[in-house]
C-alpha cells in the first residue's frame, strides 16, 4: 500500500520530467518556423538599408525641386522628369551610353567565352595563363584610362604615330564620337574580359570530360563541340555574365570621367554618358531633383535592357534541347529523304526494362 502510494506521488514529476510543455513546445514550433528567416534576416536588413532605402529616397528626391546647399525645396511632381527628358543633351547622353556599352559588352562576352575555352583546353602553364588573364582587373580604372588617354591622343599619341607609318591620316580619337567610343569602349574590355573569363573558366571545368571524350570519338572537331557542347552546358553562366555585364556597362563612369581633362564627356558631348550627365547636374549645376529624375530613368534603362539581355541569352539552345533534336525520328527521316548520308541519323528509342528510352 505505501508503495502504491509513493508510486503515485512521484507519476506527475515523471510526466513533467519528459512530457514537454505546452509553451516549451510551442516555443519548438516557433523556433523551427522562425530559425531560417532569422538565419537570412542579416541579408535582407543590410539590402534594405544601403540598396532599398536609397532607392526610395532618391524617388522622393526626384519629386521636389531639391538643391545640394538649400535641400529640400517644392513638391514638383514629375517636372524634374519632363525637364530631363526635354534636353538633347539627355538623348545624345543615352546614345552615347548605348553605343559604348554595346561596343563593349557583345566583344566582351565572345572574347572571354574563346578565352576560358582556350584556358580549358590541356595547355602548358594552365596558372600562368589564368593569372595573366585576371591582371588587368587588378589595375586601377584611374591608371588604366590615363595611359589610354595618352596611347590615343588626337595630336601626339602612339597609335596614330603608328598608323601615320602606314600612310593614313591622324584618326580624332578625342574629337569625333565613333572613335571615341572605340576607345572607352577597348578600355572596358581591357579590364573586364579576364574577370568574364575566369567566371566561365569555372563552369566550363564543371562539364564531364565524359562528353568531349564521346564527341572526339564521333569525329567532332573543337568548334564542334564548342558551340554543341561548351555553349549550352554553361548556358546559366552565361545569362549571369551577361546582366551583370549589362548592368555594369549601363552605368559606366570611370572611363568617360577621366578621358579628358575638364571630364564633361568631350567639347560637344561626344562620350558624355548618361552617368556623366547625372554628375553635371547634381555636383555642377547643384539641382539634385533632376540628377535623381536621371537616376531613376538610368534604372529603368538598365531594368529593361536586363531583361532584354536574359531574354536573349535564354535563346541560346541548352544540350539537352540538342540532345532531343538529335534523337528525334522525325529529322532522321527528313534525312533520309533527303539522302544525306553525311549526316548521321538518329538512334532509334528503345525503351529498357525500368521503361525509359536509351
Known amino acids: 500500500m505505501a508503495q502504491a502510494t509513493e508510486a503515485r506521488r512521484t507519476a506527475p514529476h515523471t510526466r513533467s520530467t519528459h512530457d514537454p510543455s505546452p509553451w516549451r513546445s510551442r516555443l519548438g514550433r516557433w523556433d523551427i518556423k522562425a530559425s531560417p528567416y532569422a538565419y537570412i534576416a542579416p541579408f535582407f536588413i543590410l539590402f534594405g538599408?544601403?540598396?532599398?532605402?536609397?532607392?526610395?529616397?532618391?524617388?522622393?528626391?526626384?519629386?521636389?525641386?531639391?538643391?545640394?546647399?538649400?535641400?529640400?525645396?517644392?513638391?514638383v511632381g514629375l517636372e524634374n522628369f519632363t525637364f530631363v527628358l526635354a534636353q538633347p543633351i539627355f538623348w545624345k547622353a543615352l546614345g552615347n551610353t548605348i553605343s559604348i556599352f554595346l561596343l563593349s559588352t557583345v566583344?566582351?562576352?565572345?572574347?572571354?567565352?574563346?578565352l576560358a575555352s582556350l584556358l580549358n583546353a590541356n595547355i602548358r602553364a594552365k596558372t600562368f595563363w589564368r593569372m595573366g588573364v585576371l591582371l588587368p582587373y587588378v589595375i586601377a580604372p584611374v591608371a588604366v584610362t590615363l595611359i589610354f588617354s595618352r596611347m590615343f591622343a588626337?595630336?601626339?599619341?602612339?597609335?596614330?604615330a603608328l598608323i601615320g607609318l602606314l600612310g593614313v591620316d591622324p584618326i580624332g580619337w578625342h574629337r569625333d564620337s565613333l572613335?571615341?567610343?572605340?576607345?572607352?569602349?577597348?578600355m572596358v574590355n581591357f579590364r573586364w574580359i579576364g574577370f568574364n573569363t575566369l567566371v566561365l573558366l569555372a563552369a566550363m571545368q564543371a562539364i564531364p570530360r565524359d562528353l568531349f571524350e564521346a564527341a572526339t570519338i564521333d569525329g567532332a572537331g573543337r568548334v564542334r563541340q564548342f558551340?554543341?557542347?561548351?555553349?549550352?552546358?554553361?548556358?546559366?553562366?552565361?545569362?549571369?555574365?551577361?546582366?551583370t555585364s549589362t548592368i555594369g556597362g549601363l552605368q559606366i563612369f570611370d572611363?568617360?570621367?577621366?578621358?579628358?581633362?575638364?571630364?564633361?564627356?568631350?567639347?560637344?558631348?561626344?562620350?558624355?554618358t548618361i552617368t556623366l550627365y547625372l554628375y553635371e547636374l547634381g555636383w555642377n549645376q547643384q539641382r539634385l531633383g533632376r540628377a535623381a529624375a536621371v537616376?531613376?530613368?538610368?534604372?529603368?534603362?538598365?531594368?529593361?535592357?536586363?531583361?532584354?539581355?536574359?531574354?536573349?541569352?535564354?535563346?541560346?539552345?541548352?544540350?539537352?534541347?540538342?540532345?532531343?533534336?538529335?534523337?528525334?525520328?522525325?529529322?532522321?527521316?527528313?534525312?533520309?529523304?533527303?539522302?544525306?548520308?553525311?549526316?548521321?541519323?538518329a538512334p532509334t528509342l528503345v525503351p529498357d526494362r525500368t521503361g525509359s528510352t536509351s
Open 179 to 186: 572613335p571615341a567610343h572605340l576607345v572607352i569602349a577597348t
Open 227 to 243: 558551340f554543341s557542347i561548351t555553349i549550352p552546358s554553361v548556358r546559366p553562366t552565361i545569362v549571369f555574365v551577361v546582366i
Open 154 to 160: 588626337d595630336q601626339s599619341g602612339l597609335v596614330n
Open 295 to 345: 537616376a531613376w530613368l538610368l534604372f529603368a534603362l538598365i531594368v529593361i535592357f536586363a531583361i532584354l539581355s536574359n531574354w536573349l541569352s535564354r535563346r541560346i539552345a541548352s544540350g539537352d534541347d540538342q540532345v532531343r533534336r538529335a534523337l528525334s525520328p522525325k529529322r532522321a527521316a527528313r534525312r533520309a529523304a533527303r539522302g544525306d548520308a553525311s549526316l548521321p541519323a
Open 49 to 75: 538599408i544601403v540598396g532599398l532605402f536609397p532607392l526610395g529616397y532618391t524617388a522622393w528626391v526626384s519629386l521636389h525641386d531639391w538643391s545640394l546647399i538649400g535641400g529640400q525645396g517644392d513638391f
Open 255 to 272: 572611363e568617360p570621367r577621366l578621358y579628358d581633362v575638364a571630364g564633361l564627356g568631350g567639347n560637344s558631348g561626344q562620350w558624355k
Open 107 to 114: 566583344p566582351q562576352i565572345a572574347i572571354a567565352l574563346v
